[in-house]
């Protein structure tokens, strides 16, 4: 398949900043008039991203070279929708809170869609649609959480570097390592968000 351009990936992956608005979750939650994020500018948020062909994920040598690579020795799957996924409710509320990891989260959606939402340098919440054959790692140290989007469905695989830990830590929690390396290396404003920060 080669090196994709920038084009490529946005078929499957987009991202956009959002509102503030309650309403379910599993909206866009555009802001109006809409603000779209660049692909270049997730990578600067420590955000990866790549576009594969998912009909294959079983025998494709591109997810091969990227898990040989980045050393993802680990792969199951996750399927999220009410049907499969025991507990949905409380789950899809689990996934929502923010939180971080103190390893990267990697997934490659092989089938369906959802929203990764995640914080850009201001505290300002960034959602990430992927669809089927968009695969990203977010950061360790990020702070994010994921929903589905309005289909209720996604198929997900998950890779990881070793024996899979899925701790979240929700937050606060920026005495962490992983969370003070994330700041260090991705410039993120120290105790954004919190009230003394709230007219910055």
Not at 44 to 72: F, P
Request: glycine share 6%; proline share 4%; with cysteine.
């Amino acid at each position: 398949m080669g090196s994709l351009t920038k084009d490529d990936r946005e078929e499957v992956i987009q991202a956009w900043h959002m509102d503030d608005s309650d309403e379910d979750q599993r909206l866009p939650h555009h802001r109006e008039p809409k603000e779209f994020v660049s692909l270049d500018k997730l990578a600067e948020l420590g955000v990866l991203s790549w576009r594969l062909d998912a009909d294959k994920y079983e025998n494709d040598e591109e997810l091969k070279k990227i898990r040989d690579a980045r050393g993802y020795s680990y792969m199951d799957f996750c399927e999220v929708c009410p049907e499969k996924l025991p507990n949905y409710e409380e789950k899809i509320k689990n996934f929502f809170e923010e939180h971080l990891h103190t390893d990267e989260e990697i997934r490659y959606c092989v089938a369906g869609s959802g929203y990764f939402d995640a914080r850009d340098r201001n505290d300002e919440w960034i959602r990430i649609w992927v669809k089927k054959g968009a695969m990203i790692v977010l950061p360790a140290g990020i702070y994010h959480r994921f929903t589905l989007d309005s289909d209720n469905y996604i198929k997900a695989m998950r890779l990881f570097v070793g024996d899979p830990v899925w701790t979240p830590f929700n937050r606060p929690h920026d005495h962490l390592p992983a969370r003070k390396a994330y700041v260090e290396t991705f410039g993120q404003k120290e105790g954004a968000g919190q009230a003394v920060d709230a007219a910055a």
